[in-house]
């Protein structure tokens, strides 16, 4: 059968406090791009970002909230995938600590996962079980600084989080201070150790958003959301090097001038 012919199982989250119920699942036709839906969760409040582990097992979801429990922080949830009907199961949700939890990963043994606060600035890591289920948090780490913006970026914004190919490092791409910070991972201690070598510091008010990795792991492609551009980069993980080689704008020319003549005088009003 031709990747064409085949139907996939598609996960969609959302944002409830209009109607939406949740999680909702579709039967997707590649061949014809019909959706059809067949499910949704039990309820849960706001899952904005999911993630599926590697074995296809589980899924998992932040509750981009600001109050979990009576407590500052939103949470993560944790379902099992019905290998038949497709249908979720909630296993549980924990608390992130951190103020709209925005994205997750994790890694590919299913041992962790890793949540980013974009309020709160942090970054949350948790144990899996062997249930899939989550335990309690074991680790929070905390940025600081800003940026040039004086709107968007008064204080660190923890937009995405990424493993490097081999995952000895976490990625934690920060909207607010214009960086992306490398952390060793320390499975065994379950904590966050930053290599300030490997730590990429970006163009003023640039405002990185999300990092994918080539296939090769080699490459590194960043997408801005201030100043609007793909910055690519060089990861040498034997020799702990992060080299930006390129800035593309995401723009034609003629909106790009428009936009920085529009910035500049944006920011000279602050």
């Not at 109050?67 to 924990?94: M, Y």
């Not at 997750?104 to 949350?124: M, Q």
């Amino acid at each position: 059968m031709d990747n064409l012919s085949k139907k996939y199982i598609a996960y969609v989250g959302t944002y409830t406090s209009n109607g939406s119920q949740g999680i909702y699942s579709y039967n997707l036709d590649i061949k014809s791009g019909r959706l059809e839906q067949i499910g949704v969760s039990s309820k849960v409040d706001n899952p904005s970002y999911l993630n599926i582990s590697l074995d296809n097992k589980f899924l998992y979801a932040v509750l981009e909230n600001e109050v979990f429990k009576g407590e500052v922080g939103g949470a993560v949830a944790a379902f099992r995938i019905d290998p038949k009907t497709a249908e979720i199961k909630l296993l549980n949700i924990e608390g992130t600590k951190g103020k709209a939890p925005c994205n997750l990963c994790i890694d590919r043994d299913n041992k962790y996962i890793f949540v980013a606060n974009y309020n709160e600035g942090t970054v949350s890591m948790f144990p899996v079980n062997e249930d899939g289920s989550l335990g309690a948090i074991v680790t929070i780490v905390k940025h600081e600084g800003l940026g040039p913006n004086k709107i968007r970026q008064t204080k660190p914004h923890v937009h995405y989080v990424t493993l490097t190919p081999e995952e000895k490092y976490l990625c934690v791409v920060d909207l607010g201070i214009d960086s992306v910070k490398f952390y060793e991972v320390g499975r065994k201690q379950g904590n966050l150790i930053i290599n300030d070598k490997l730590s990429l510091i970006m163009k003023p008010g640039s405002g990185p958003r999300h990092m994918e990795f080539h296939p090769s792991g080699q490459t590194a492609y960043i997408i801005t959301e201030l100043s609007c551009e793909v910055v690519v980069v060089v990861y040498n993980a034997e020799n702990q090097t992060l080299d930006i080689i390129q800035h593309i704008s995401t723009l034609p020319k003629r909106i790009r001038r428009r936009k920085y003549l529009w910035s500049y005088s944006y920011f000279t009003r602050w």
